[in-house]
């Protein structure tokens, strides 16, 4: 039996998936470890062997793939313990990473925070002045050299940087990417002077306009790139000192894995795969179930995050902030609020109303339920008081809730704006679900979707808990809780599926009519390399094909772009005159008739190739029988819920989600239990199981299809 | 002050002041029915979707626009409005504009309710300052929201519009002394009417502009953004109905008026003022003027007057909808700012008894035009002096809100034209100065390039940006130091500077830069003023040959060729191949007494490379040792030596 | 109610014998609230090039126009307050608050 297993490290748990031969699926779950990683990987592997019926050592000897998800970047950063990192940049413009283009201040904070001056502040420096070395060079806006670069000055830098004890180093100077040979040179000089030390340079790690974004992108690779390297190495060899027989894959935030040895080149495109990884989980899902359309929702303790797939494709964004750092870098876009299970509901003296979040009670002290000192109620705490969570059954009842003291506070808070206990934990969750659906609204209206057009996948503890509430105030077609008791380890589903996928970028102003020869050319240029890069992925590739986009927009649009598909072959005028006019229909479709002015000019200055060798991986099982009846294991017995919705208490089955079974239909009101999760069923709502043990939920006057198999 | 009794602010000789009660038509129903009893909850869940409407609106704006400038300085900005043009919420972009959105609708209102009416679909467009803008660039588009024949609300925005007409490109007019050499003025037009674009209308507002396409491209997108907002507005309407909405928006400024009582509580009565100084009312000008703001703290509102500025003057103007405005912008940040944009509270509580005819509330006909570059951010830096001061004598903890004065003219912002090195024509904005500074408080120092606190968000263009729309090389753009600059017991943030010479064409004409004469930022409490803000042309140099012996110029004094002689405004100049030019944007206002700073803040301005040993004696009378810390004796020493002879020096 | 108000680190108004006074920190008296505390200063007016490295004119002749004036208390020394002026022109009376 060969097995393709997906695990990722990044959360609270290391979470593990293996699909065999046959297409079945284990889950499986460990503490993450965060002294020695392996810890966790090898608990979390062999709590997996045991559902397959089968040893650790045999599981990883056998398995055909092993893909691995993780935030270790994300952490590093967060946590600041990066390495030293020193700066070459060039002459004149080594400030440019402190100064933030000025906006570092509130990149990426809540808007609410944009009226309050003297509650922002920028970041600790990524790099401290004195690790910034200013190189006498200079390329321009052609690519021509102005000045070339200064050898010695380069040497002499490396050397100090060396001796200041930095062990990373980065290169970013100013339109690398139109001519990148000083940055090369530049590397040469390195490995010469300092081979141990960790470098990159930004024409290999984006390379894209814009120094400030660029560089804060070639920075952190440099800044994680050490600690990277090791966990990537480390892993690979302790898995293949267990056995494993294939090179240890990667996920990448582009929605692919790669091998870890060309994953270590740019660790960067490894940074925060963890909320990217349930989004790709979400794609391979909907792929098997048809869905088109899909809103990939994740709401844990602190963050509601959200992800959209598009006529089958995940959208992808080049615009990413980490800790008010603004970078570019391709990845699938996820947006996230502070929303969350730990959103802390507090009064407002001056409309007398509640307001739940931003702030949270996070994971200490956490829910007043929790028993850990919280005094302030949160969402879970109005969870609890409704009934919509079962204080008994928390973990699968390894962590009891404190429902009185949930009562108690949620009761204190509504007594102040008139509302009885169980009014106010209603309208806790109104308040949290309408932020929620706004996001999302955010992320499909302003693009010109309409959510009515989509369906809901809902993950992380509190997203299946809450989405019955908020999918129905977008009228969604329907709510998918994917792969049921497997939902917790989408991630991990994600990386077990996932294919290789890799982007080459270039990026040069073509204003309408484009010169041909030079896009041509360009494009060529492109793909050769991503042909040389999957000739060294290797023989595993069953199916390889390069695709080919362009950035486009209107002349001046600088905040704006459409990715358009770009035709096979040589370009010529009456093609590319194709893709103009597609461009404008397209704009015009998202955001009007007219919107855009047919004088105007249209630009194309970004061509992307994305590079894909799929991988043979079996069918995902289905079950081949559909039974009516609802095992009697199932069905826990009832209790007295309130409603949000209904505003009342009504008495409501509750069910056992592991015990469910394909064609199996739970109606509301009802309550299905997870040990991670909880689905409430609302009344005229019904929750079926289909044939992959996906459960899927229909609200009111909707349909979604119960996919057999 | 009695003199403005008997005044006519009527939005045609003189700047528009809405009376307390509107005059309306009858012919217009207004629906003025808010529930009183909207539940805690709905209340809540309609507050955070408003909230979002206005955000969605100015979301949509940026990602249409396509005024690359406009947009990355955020010179624009959207407001939700009841029915009688209140400002409910406005957006985290350009303060000042806020303000100016509640003018425009109420003339409206007061002046085409009768004739030609105001129905469902309309929009009209305004750039006029005298009813509300705070010059002709800044158009304002405000649009009814009808709800079964009653206007319900008004959702408004106000862009920046790269060049509406005037004889200069850009718009903005130094050398105007009458309206009349400036870009016309529109007062309000129905350029939508009942759901359809007058074309006609658009065409005469358009064919004014020297960039047309770009003009209507940004004009659809303050129009979309528009549509967005009515029809969420009309979708929550349809949901909760008309009355709990209108509840809800009512209860939303009430809540807002109520956070603002409960700080003026903490303020005492008094009165505080502030004075800041321009020159050049024209090219070639060497006058001085002053711009001055005074607040009246009574109880628990505030009234605010500009007695003590200069009679109207040259091109150097901004009417009442400027004063009203940039003092409103400067109250949200020091005493709105934990209300996420709802100012309308605020709005209730500050009368204004502006005085006519003088620079910061002029009458027509003088021109505006320059009023965005010069005049806005002067009146925004008069009025944070004076609510700075108010806000220090508070209680804790609004007292630590205090925030000392930024610039006092745009952020060292220059414009220019020519043909690029693609062939195009440009008009460019060096946003480059976009950087900012977030200035010193009471109770900690400014952010180093921090943006400007009145333009939340705005942020400065890439070098490679720049360079690739003109034809320029910046040979460097780099903190300020943290010399005298902006001292204090507390420091501002360091503001920058840039050089730029020509790359990929032979010349372009430098219309708008600003080298000021001097200092024209006040410090806070003891503080130092920021710097002085300079742009500096060197001609003929030898930049090319050095260049070409491989080295880049990082000072402009290593360069040869001679300085030529730079007026805070001059006429055009032409810059050519071996012209070298930079702009600064000097740091900002300090507070408190220098000799007050912690000597261990300075040591880390010093370990950073911000602040050289000199200066750290210099200024705030610092001595390190040989080991390179602060000798804690000798600076005692020193500091009590300084402040002796501060008094021997002055008796 | 207020016994005293301050204004900044250094300056307070407070009631002393039944009025209002400017008190510096180190309780030199400024005279009373109903007097610019600036007339009690010790006050010292140099050319706005002057204020320190960074301030230099490069039109003396217009910087001539303007002054910066520093105000100290008279018995420490502190500087309370500064203004950049109009020279000949009275000191700004810009802070009064009520006790
Ligand atoms: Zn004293």
Redo the contacts between chains.
Sequence with gaps: MGYYIGLDGGGTFTDCVAMDDEGRLYYAKAPTTKEDFSVGMFDALSALAAECGTTPENLIASAARFSLGTTVGTNLLVERKGARTGLLA???????I?????????AGLD??K?????????PEPLV???LIKEI???V??NGKV???L?IDEVEAAVRSLVDAGVTAIAVAF??SFKNPAHEQKVVEIIRQVAPDVFFSCSHRVVPR?????RTVATVINSYVGPSSEAYFKSASQRLHEAGLQHPLLVMQVSGGVLRAQQAVEVPLTSLGSGPVGGLIGSLYLSRNLGHQYVIATDMGGTSFEVGLIVDGEPLMTDENIVNQYRYKLLQQQTMSIACGGGSLARL?P???????GPESAGANPGPVCYRRGGTEPTVTDADVVLGLLSAENFLGGRMPLDRDAAVRAVGALGKQ???EPE?AA??IL??NN??AA?LI??QT??RGYDPRDFIVYAYGGAGPLHAFNYARELGVKGVVIPLGNGASTLSAYGCATSNLVRYFESEQ?C?YPFPLGELNEQIALLEAEAQKSLDEMGNTAEDVSLERFGLMR???????NLQMRLPAGTLGSLEVEQVVNDFRSTYDKL??S????V??GVELFTLRIRAIARLRRPKQASCGESVMEIAAAAHLGARRIFWPDQMAEIESQVFDGRYLRFGNCVTGPAVVELPYTSIPVGKGQALNVDAYGNLVLRLEETTVSVRRN | MEQTANIIWDGVARGYIPPDVLRISPKLQLHTKGAADVDPITYEVARNTLLNINLEHGQTIQKLSISPITMLVRDFQCAILTENGDVMCLGPYLLYLGNMLGLITKWILENRSEEPGIEDGDVFLCNDPYVGTSHQQDTGLTCPVFWQGELFCWVSNSVHYSDVGGPMPGSFCLNSNTIWEDPPCFPPIKLMERGQIRTDLEQLFLRQSRLPDTVAMDLHAAIAGLSVAKERIIKLIERYGPDTVKGVMNRIIDAGELAIEEKLQLIPDGRWSERVYTEAAVPGDRGIYASQINIIKEGGFLYVDNEGTSPQVGAINNTYAGLAGGTLAAMTIMLAYDLAGVSGGLYRRVKFRPVPGTITCADYPAPISIAGQFNMPMVVATATGAVAKMVACADSPLREKAIAMADVHAYGGSIFNGINQHGQFFVGMNAGMAVGALPASPVRDGVDTGGLFWVPGMEAANVEENELAWPVLTLYRRHNTAGAAGAGRFRSGLGAEEAWVLHGAPQMSMEVYMNESFVKNQGLLGGNPGGRSFFQVKKNTDVRLCLAEGKLPQNLADLSGGDVPMYFKGPPITLEANDVWSSNLPNFAGYGDPLDRDPALVAIDVSEGKLTTADAQQVYAVIFGADGSVDEENTRACRAGRKQARLAACP | MRQQICIGDNLRLERRAGEARFICSCDRDLGTGQVNFKEHCRVKESSSSDIGPGYASSDPEMAGQMCFREFFCPGCGVRLTTEVALVGSPYLWDIQPKL
Aim: hydrophobic share 30%; with cysteine; charged share 25%.
């Design positions: 060039t002459a004149g413009h080594g400030d440019a402190l100064m933030m283009r000025g906006s570092g201040r509130m808007p609410e944009y009226y309050h001056p003297q509650d922002t502040n920028k401290p002045r004195a006498n060079e200079r321009d806006c102005v000045v070339p200064d100013l339109w306009m814009g120094e400030y974004e407002d001056y409309s007398r109303s509640i307001r739940v704006v008139g509302l009014e209603a309208g109104r308040i309408a932020k706004e609204r955010q209206v302003i102003m204003f209107y002349r001046g649009q600088w905040l704006h955001y009007g007219g919107a855009g002015q004088s105007q």
